[in-house]
C-alpha cells in the first residue's frame, strides 16, 4: 500500500480506501469479507455515512480490535428519517444520529460536515449552531479534525474559505471534472452524460484543486466511477470505458488528492481495486481515452505524465500543478507552494528545451513556455 498525509491534518491515509456505502443492507459475513479485504490490503481508511443503526454495527463488529488500525470518516447530519438517507441540519436529530456513531466506533477521526452543496446546505452549516457543534466535537476532542462533503464546486470553494475545514470529501472524475458548474451532478447519474455537455475542464473545479492545494485542504475522493458510468461501454461519455484502476489514477493525479473511496461490496472488488498498486503507468495511462472526448482541453495539463521521461528529470506534472496554483494569484504566490516548488529535485530552471516532452504530450502542452513561467514564479 501507499500512503499519502491529507493535507494540514498531517495525518498518513491509504490512498486507496473504502467507502463503506454499499455494505449497507448486506448480511454480515459480506460486510465482514470486505472489511477483511481492506485490512488485509493494508487499507487503512472507511467511510461510514451511512446512518443506519445496522450496517455501521456490521462495521465496528467486522472491524473488531482491529478499529485501532483504521481511520473513520463519519458524517455529521446524516440521517434516515422514515428509513430514507436524509440531510438533516436540525441539531438535536443531527446529534443523535453522530453520538451513536461515536458511541459504535468511539472517536471519529474526520468528522464530516454532511453533503453541502446548495446555497441552503451552506446557510444551514455555517450560519447555524451546526458549525459550532462541530466545533464542539473537536475541542471535546470526539473528533480528530473537521471534514466535509460536497459535490458542487462553487459551493466547495465558499465552505473552504470559512477556515473551518481541514479536509473534503469530494466527487472527482474526468466526466465531473469536464461539466459545466451550472450542472447538478446527480442529474447525470440518473441519465447519463450526453458528450455533447462537455467543453474541457471547467474552471471553478480547476480553481477548487488549485484552492485546496494552496490552503492545504486535502481531499478524499468518492464517484470515483461516475457510478459506474465510465467504465460502462454503453454508457460512458468517452470513446471507450475506463478501467477502474484509470479512473482511480485521474483521481489520485488531481492536485491536494489524498485517497480514493472506492465502494467496494465484496472481497473480489475490493482485490481488484487493490490491483492498482501492482499495473504500470502504461496500464493506468487515462490520456487516450480522455483525448478521445474532443479537442476542447487543448492546451490545458491534466497531470497524465505522457511528457516524461525528460532528460533532466523535471517532474513535468508537479511542476505544473504548483505553476497553476501560482497562476491563480501571480502577485501572491503562496509560500508554501513556493517551498514545495523549490524543494523538487529538478524545477523549471533545469530545462534545457530539448522538446521532447511536448513531441509526447497528446495535449498540446506549451511545456518549454510553462518551466519557463514556472521558474519565474516560483524559483529563488
Ligand atoms: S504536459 Fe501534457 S503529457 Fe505532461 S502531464 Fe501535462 S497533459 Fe500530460
Ligand atoms: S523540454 Fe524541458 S521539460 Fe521538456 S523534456 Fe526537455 S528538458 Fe524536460
Known amino acids: 500500500m501507499r500512503y499519502r498525509e491529507i493535507g494540514k491534518t498531517g495525518v498518513s491515509a491509504s490512498i486507496i480506501g473504502l467507502g463503506c456505502e454499499h455494505l449497507d443492507n448486506k448480511p454480515y459475513e459480506q460486510v465482514k469479507e470486505t472489511i477483511d479485504a481492506a485490512l488485509e490490503s493494508d487499507i487503512n481508511l472507511l467511510d461510514v455515512f451511512m446512518p443506519g443503526k445496522e450496517v455501521r454495527e456490521n462495521i465496528a463488529k467486522a472491524l473488531g480490535s482491529r478499529r485501532k488500525d483504521v481511520l473513520i470518516q463519519g458524517h455529521i447530519g446524516s440521517t434516515d428519517i422514515n428509513q430514507q438517507y436524509d440531510i438533516s441540519r436540525d441539531l438535536p436529530l443531527v446529534k443523535r444520529y453522530f453520538e451513536d456513531l461515536l458511541r459504535i466506533f468511539g472517536r471519529i477521526d474526520f468528522g464530516m460536515m454532511f453533503f453541502i452543496d446548495s446555497e441552503d446546505d451552506y ?6 449552531g451546526f458549525a459550532d457543534y462541530v466545533l464542539k466535537l473537536k475541542e471535546n476532542g470526539d473528533i480528530g479534525h473537521i471534514g466535509f462533503s460536497s459535490h458542487n464546486p462553487q459551493t466547495a470553494i465558499r465552505a473552504i474559505n470559512t477556515g473551518l475545514p481541514e479536509m473534503m470529501l469530494f466527487s472527482i472524475n474526468p466526466a465531473f471534472d469536464m461539466l459545466p458548474v451550472g450542472e447538478n451532478i446527480f442529474d447525470h447519474i440518473e441519465t447519463g452524460f450526453g458528450s455533447n455537455l462537455f467543453r474541457g475542464f471547467d474552471p471553478k473545479r480547476t480553481e477548487l484543486y488549485q484552492l485546496c492545494e494552496q490552503k492545504e485542504i486535502g481531499i478524499t475522493v468518492m464517484k470515483t466511477l461516475g457510478a459506474g458510468k ?11 470505458p475506463l478501467t477502474v ?4 489514477h485521474y483521481a489520485l493525479t488531481r492536485p491536494a488528492v489524498s485517497s480514493v473511496m472506492l465502494g467496494c461490496k465484496t472481497r473480489a472488488e475490493m482485490l481488484d481495486a487493490v490491483r492498482y498498486l501492482d499495473m504500470s503507468e502504461e496500464e493506468l495511462d487515462y490520456a487516450e481515452v480522455l483525448g478521445s472526448l474532443r479537442n476542447d482541453f487543448r492546451g490545458n495539463c491534466v497531470y497524465c505524465s505522457h511528457c516524461q521521461p525528460c532528460p533532466v528529470d523535471i517532474d513535468i506534472a508537479t511542476v505544473t500543478k504548483y505553476l497553476d496554483i501560482a497562476r491563480l494569484d501571480k502577485d501572491n504566490v503562496p509560500p508554501s507552494i513556493k517551498s514545495h516548488y523549490q524543494g523538487l529535485n529538478a524545477t523549471g530552471k533545469d530545462c534545457i528545451a530539448c522538446g521532447s516532452c ?4 497528446p495535449f ?7 518551466m519557463a513561467e514556472a521558474e519565474q514564479l516560483l524559483g529563488r
Open 123 to 128: 446557510k444551514g452549516v455555517f450560519e447555524t
Open 230 to 240: 465510465l467504465i460502462s461501454p454503453v454508457h460512458t461519455p468517452f470513446a471507450k
Open 245 to 248: 484502476q484509470q479512473c482511480m
Open 358 to 361: 511536448e513531441e509526447r504530450c
Open 364 to 370: 498540446g502542452v506549451e511545456i518549454i513556455l510553462n
